[in-house]
């Protein structure tokens, strides 16, 4: 049996949205909410499908240090391959699964980014 484990975390960022038409082409920030899933089987001695203190250091190195308390268009470190598209909630969740996936190229089956305590964007892993 395969069970879920998903882990939160919250960070600061501000973001704007170039050429859109909308109150979000001005600068403007969040306090997002990140969930990260991870889908396996137990492990025999432990019983835990992942340690929650793992995820935690992968996620604050691979995501975190990128987005926490920054303007996400002009990233410091810059996040290359993420400036290039607007830093949509879609989009960003697309570039968090993208790195998470180099990590947990098997176990990862969920990204969850709340923009506003009402709106989140979600990547699932598709099973096909």
Sequence with gaps: MKLTVV????????????????PCANMHGHTYRLQVGLTGHQHPQTGMVM???NIKVVVGNQILQY??????????????DFMRDMPTAENMVKWIAQR?????STDLSL???YETPTSYAEWRRCDE
């Design 111 to 113: 990204v969850r980014l």
């Design 51 to 53: 340690d929650f203190t």
């Design 67 to 80: 987005l926490d308390h920054q303007l996400i268009n002009e990233a410091n470190p810059p996040v290359p």
């Design 7 to 22: 882990k939160e975390f919250t960070f600061e960022a501000a973001h704007y949205l170039p050429g859109y038409d909308g």
């Design 100 to 104: 998470l996936e180099r990590v947990w």
